[in-house]
């Protein structure tokens, strides 16, 4: 294989891994792109260049670096942050008035006390 045979596998390699890490299907990236679930499927199995402006959309909907896409930049160990239904979750609970919003804290704060997870009693 050549030089950028190797390139796209590599590079379809990375956006299925940050696809699976963000808990998203094929078909969901897809959407996300205005593409085909097949497309996404050919960026991942190395058989479809990439348009460098297509490669930005990528890394965006991933919630990465085009660095970290092409494997130039340096690697996040562990997850990046919440995925995106608990991101929308606490984006939810931030618009709530002050009041629900405590309440909502207290709950999670006793709950995770009890559970011995991270963040209790901050």
Known sequence: MNEKGVFLKELGRRIAHARKHEGLTQAQLAEKLGVSQ???????????HIQAWRLVCVAEALGIGVEELLG??????????PTPKIQKQLEAIAGLPKEKRRFVEEVLA???????????GQ
């Open 38 to 48: 097949q497309v996404v499927a050919d960026y991942e199995n190395g058989s479809r």
């Open 72 to 81: 130039t930049g340096k690697r996040m160990p562990g997850k990046r942050g």
């Open 110 to 120: 006793n709950i995770l006390k009890d559970s011995g997870g991270a963040g209790a």
